[in-house]
């Protein structure tokens, strides 16, 4: 099932290149967490959060260096941005809420409905998040001309082996 996940995440990666951003983007390793080890959230600059309810408890991370997000925010905007708050932080949210969205139609055929939640941003080093210890992860690198980011599906389930 790690696998298919995965591959969810690189589908709805791949969509949002081609269909808003115009460019390669290309899947590096993929890394799930053991079952032992308690689930942490992204340590990274910037990362836009999706939580998902419904048929499936968890949700979406997009993180990246604050460079990347930048970045990937303007490609997607067309604008050039000197914070990421404001506009800029809506449009990094945006593009997780596209990859999602993308996960959200995947994984309801599976699982039924899932709601998703309007997009948060975190960005800077000087904070903490907090999620439920035993929340399954995997975790999709990805490259692209602008940066590297990854793509992080959390969810509890069951009977759930990485």
């Given at each position: 099932m790690k696998d298919e996940f995965a591959l969810m995440i690189r589908n709805s990666v791949r969509d949002l290149f081609e269909a808003f951003l115009g460019m390669e983007v290309i899947p590096?390793?993929?890394?799930?967490k053991k079952d032992a080890d308690?689930?942490?959230p992204p340590d990274t600059e910037v990362t836009a959060?999706?939580?998902f309810s419904g048929g499936l408890q968890g949700?979406?991370?997009?993180a990246?260096?604050?460079?990347t997000a930048?970045?990937?925010?303007?490609a997607f905007s067309g604008e050039q941005y000197k914070e990421l708050f404001g506009e800029a932080g809506d449009g990094f949210g945006e593009l997780n809420n596209i990859i999602a969205g993308g996960l959200q139609?995947?994984?309801s055929k599976r699982f039924g409905e899932i709601n998703l939640t309007p997009p948060t941003l975190i960005a800077g080093t000087d904070y903490k998040m907090q999620y439920k210890t035993n929340f399954n992860s995997i975790k999709q690198y990805f490259k692209c001309g602008i940066g590297p980011?990854?793509?992080e599906f959390f969810f509890y389930m069951d009977g759930f082996k990485p």
């Open positions: 590096g390793p993929t890394v799930s308690p689930y942490r959060i999706i939580n949700g979406v991370h997009l990246s260096p604050k460079h930048m970045e990937l925010t303007s139609t995947q994984l980011f990854y793509v």
